[in-house]
């Protein structure tokens, strides 16, 4: 079967670091995503992990551990604008299974 | 680039009804997905189409739903007779490469 756990909702301080984790359990495995959704809004794409390991790209960062089945999503300097659904998901062949995402709260 | 289009963007119909949602995929994109979203179940995957061809439609909840790709810039998700439960928003996306898939704005449908 297919599990993809992420914690339902986060807060935190603007200016601040948030993390958010994502474990998985699924059938196959070519990649893992991480998008970005706001309410009322499309998915957006952030980042893409397939080896094991960080990928930077400027506040966003993404890490990637295959053999543990875990990835996260590090946010530096946290804006406002930040508070937002950010969805974890995996790729079997070619299709995405996604998490049920994770809710971050931005506060002044 | 467009993005991925779909349309339309908001729609309310009763029970029974039969409701068609379009999308239209980034020019050259291989693949294309409907999703499903709704708060208690998230981003649920319904059908995808490889070379308008359907490969999976494992995610597809019953015979009321059906998807068609007759060429390559154009889907359509119907649902016939529509329910009260389908109400959701209705995301298509598509992807060339498999490293980065794009979604269209959604379809939020509300069935009375």
């Known amino acids: 079967g297919q599990n993809i756990d992420q914690p339902t909702e986060m807060t935190a301080t603007e200016g601040a670091i948030v993390q958010i984790n994502c474990t998985y359990q699924?059938?196959?495995?070519?990649?893992l995503f991480w998008y970005q959704q706001h309410a009322g809004e499309a998915p957006t794409f952030l980042s893409y992990?397939?080896?094991?390991g960080l990928e930077e790209k400027g506040r966003f960062s993404s890490f990637l551990s295959r053999s543990k089945g875990y990835s996260y999503l590090l946010l530096k300097e946290l804006q406002m604008k930040d508070s937002a659904s950010y969805l974890c998901?995996?790729?079997?062949?070619?299709?995405?299974?996604f998490g049920t995402g994770t809710r971050l709260l931005v506060s002044p | 680039d467009a993005g991925v289009i779909q349309s339309p963007r908001h729609e309310v119909t009763e029970m029974g009804q039969e409701v068609t949602l379009r999308c239209k995929p980034i020019?050259?994109?291989?693949?294309l997905f409907w999703y499903r979203q709704t708060m208690m179940r998230g981003l649920e995957l319904l059908i995808y189409?490889?070379?308008?061809?359907?490969?999976?439609d494992s995610g597809m909840p019953e015979d009321r739903f059906s998807a068609k790709m007759p060429n390559a810039s154009f889907s359509t998700l119907k649902i016939q007779p529509s329910e009260p439960r389908d109400s959701a928003v209705y995301f298509c996306?598509?992807?060339?490469?498999?490293?980065?898939?794009?979604f269209g704005s959604g379809t939020r449908l509300t069935v009375v």
């Open positions: 996306a598509s992807t060339q490469d498999g490293a980065r898939y794009t």
């Open positions: 699924t059938s196959g495995f070519n990649g």
């Open positions: 992990n397939v080896l094991d």
């Open positions: 998901a995996v790729r079997e062949d070619q299709k995405l299974v």
């Open positions: 020019s050259g994109h291989d693949y």
């Open positions: 189409f490889n070379n308008n061809v359907p490969i999976d």
